[in-house]
C-alpha cells in the first residue's frame, strides 16, 4: 500500500523512510542531498509516500507539482528508494495512488525523472519513455 503522510506527521516519519531517500539521492549527480529535500517536504514544496508491505515500510516516493508557464500542471516522482527491488516495484505498482491524488490536485500530466529500468514496470501502467536527459561532469578527476 502507498500512502502520502501529510506536514503534521512529519515528525513521525521512520528513519527508513530517510535511508530509503538517501538512497534514490546516491543514483543522483550531487544535485541535492538529504537536508534539500527535507527542506522542501517541510516547505510543502513537495510530497513524501511511504509504502508498506504487511507491516513493514518498503519503498518511499517523493512528488513535487509543476505549474509551468503554458498552464500545464504535472506532478512528477522526482525520488524513489525502497527496500531491495520487491520494495520499489510494490510502490510502482502503486503509482495510481499518486496518479489519482494528482487529479484530485488539478495536474493533468504525470511524469518520472527516474533511471530507465522503470520504464519497464511503468509501462502497464501507461507510461512511456519521453525524454532522455544526457549528462557530462565538467570536473577534472582530481578536482573534488
Excluded at 40 to 60: P, S
Excluded at 102 to 112: G, L, R, S
Excluded at 121 to 137: F, N, P, Q, V
Aim: charged letters at 25%; glycine letters at 10%; proline letters at 2%.
Amino acid at each position: 500500500m502507498l500512502c502520502m503522510w501529510t506536514q503534521e506527521h512529519f515528525n513521525k516519519i521512520p528513519n527508513v523512510a530517510l535511508a530509503h531517500i538517501e538512497s534514490a539521492l546516491e543514483f543522483g549527480h550531487g544535485e541535492r542531498i538529504l537536508t534539500n529535500v527535507i527542506e522542501d517536504l517541510i516547505a510543502g514544496n513537495k510530497q513524501i509516500w511511504l509504502g508498506t508491505l504487511e507491516t513493514e515500510f518498503v519503498a518511499t516516493v517523493v512528488t513535487q507539482v509543476i505549474d509551468y508557464p503554458s498552464g500545464k500542471r504535472t506532478c512528477e516522482i522526482c525520488y524513489l528508494g525502497g527496500e531491495k527491488a520487491s520494495g520499489v516495484m510494490n510502490a510502482l505498482g502503486e503509482v495510481k495512488e499518486i496518479e489519482d491524488w494528482a487529479v484530485a490536485n488539478d495536474c493533468d500530466d504525470m511524469q518520472i525523472f527516474g533511471r530507465r529500468g522503470w520504464l519497464k514496470a511503468l509501462k502497464e501502467h501507461g507510461y512511456s519513455d519521453r525524454y532522455t536527459i544526457l549528462g557530462k561532469s565538467l570536473k577534472k578527476p582530481t578536482d573534488k
